[in-house]
């Protein structure tokens, strides 16, 4: 089964193959090796090592502990990255069938839930990952659905659980904003992705080169959403309309070029292989009269020899970038 099919491939292996007490076990033998000699005491069910420690400032000691959950957390919150991961890129390319996939997660968490029963009551973390994973897909991608996807925690000792469930940060889910979503009908490849921390930035930093290239005189004309959809891997519908001229007064396609030039190789939006940038500029811009750009397989040949005719105007936008 590929790997994007199975998003929580890593957590059913970890509890149906006992790996948490096989981490745990490796966990306390490390500990043992490396605080030999300073052990207090060892809890073996939790994975728990209490150990002498010294504190530098005064030559005072006291006692440490090193706990086997904050280590399985950290290893929690890497995989559910990468569970998150997989469910994006099979949901943005299935826009067709999609909800089936995600709805059948359901089944998978219900299954995590009763097969690793135990282990939960013993470190609660792991049904923060699946909790975690259930919101995760609800807010994003089934919020707008009449249907959620709805695990099942009868099988647990909740009581047991209560201060978990009511007081737990779910600090290993971290779920995007929804302002990251991309309906997976909005979705394009073809669009470029700006580099930046999260989309709320990328929308900052987009309106601001929106607004030099749209400064009089003018590089651009299109609206401000339909800029911002070109660099976020989403659809375009009218295009940017290209509107630098070179010394022919024909629209400068050398010039468009040395633009997508300068962003690609200073890394402001995800690296473009040179061989894709014709079909990503044919499908996002257009020349001053709205029209499909032509040649620019020779225009990017010669925006490769020299420096196009009006690149003054480029580079003083980029000095403000």
């Not at 509890?15 to 073996?44: A, P, R, W």
């Not at 010294?54 to 086997?68: L, M, Q, R, V």
């Not at 009218?238 to 007064?249: A, D, E, M, P, V």
Request: with cysteine; net charge negative; aromatic share 12%.
């Amino acid at each position: 089964m590929e790997s994007n099919k199975a998003p929580l491939r890593y957590f059913e292996d970890l509890l149906e193959y006992n790996k948490v007490n096989e981490l745990k076990d490796n966990f306390i033998k490390n500990g043992k090796e490396k605080f030999e000699g300073y052990i207090e005491t060892i809890d073996s069910s939790k994975g728990i090592i209490i150990y002498l420690n010294s504190y530098h400032e005064d030559g005072a000691k006291g006692t440490s502990i090193a706990s086997f959950e904050s280590t399985l957390t950290n290893i929690l919150r890497a995989e559910f990255q990468k569970s998150k991961s997989l469910i994006d890129d099979f949901v943005l390319n299935n826009s067709d069938k999609y909800l089936q996939y995600l709805y059948h997660q359901q089944k998978t968490l219900q299954y995590l839930i009763n097969r690793g029963k135990s282990e939960i009551m013993v470190f609660p973390v792991l049904l923060n990952l699946i909790l975690g994973v259930q919101r995760y897909i609800n807010e994003k991608y089934l919020y707008n659905q009449e249907k959620k996807i709805n695990v099942d925690l009868s099988n647990l000792d909740t009581d047991q659980l209560s201060a978990f469930l009511e007081f737990s940060n779910l600090e290993t889910v971290d779920i995007s904003n929804k302002k990251d979503y991309i309906n997976p009908e909005d979705y394009s490849a073809l669009s470029f992705s700006w580099d930046s921390l999260d989309h709320s930035q990328r929308i900052d930093q987009l309106t601001h080169l929106y607004s030099l290239l749209t400064a009089n005189p003018p590089v651009i004309q299109c609206s401000q959403d339909e800029f911002i959809n070109a660099f976020s891997q989403r659809k375009v519908i009218h295009g940017i309309k290209w509107l630098l001229k070179g010394k022919n007064g024909d629209v400068s396609k050398s010039t468009l070029f040395y633009f997508v030039d300068f962003l690609n190789r200073e890394s402001y939006i995800n690296t473009v292989p040179y061989s894709e940038l014709n079909k990503r500029i044919e499908y996002i811009f257009r020349d001053n009269k709205g029209e499909v750009l032509k040649n620019l397989r020779q225009s990017k040949n010669t925006s490769k020899e020299s420096v196009p005719f009006g690149y003054e105007r480029l580079d003083s936008i980029f000095s403000q970038l």
